[in-house]
Nanobody, 118 residues
């Protein structure tokens, strides 16, 4: 069973920064992309940022210029650097890995809470 484990969430003041990390318990074959999603109370889970196996990145409009997704292939870690945080960034952030094996398969972490408040 593949596990994705997120870390780095917490409470931060508006304008502050946090870095989320996502580690994989074991290698996932045929990963096409990894990403970060978030879900605020009463809202649907939404894509925040993603990075493909080729290194192409994609961001939600609301976080462009503030968030950066990156990966360390040697350490098997994906990061989400979040700067200039706003109260509306408050949510549970989930790591996702999408693999292809005859069809797309999604793996999810348990989520980490990010709260932006003064």
């Amino acid at each position: 069973q593949v596990q994705l484990v997120e870390s780095g969430g917490g409470l931060v003041q508006p304008g502050g920064s946090l870095r989320l990390s996502c580690t994989k318990s074991r290698s996932i074959f045929s990963i096409t992309a990894m990403g970060w999603y978030r879900q605020a109370p009463g809202e649907e889970r939404q894509l925040v940022a993603a990075i493909t196996s080729g290194g192409t990145t994609n961001y939600a409009d609301s976080v462009k210029g503030r968030f950066t997704i990156s990966r360390d292939n040697d350490k098997n870690i994906v990061y989400l650097q979040m700067n200039s945080l706003k109260p509306e960034d408050t949510a549970v952030y989930y790591c996702n890995a999408r693999a292809y094996s005859g069809g797309y398969v999604d793996y999810w972490g348990q989520g980490t809470q990010v709260t932006v408040s003064s």
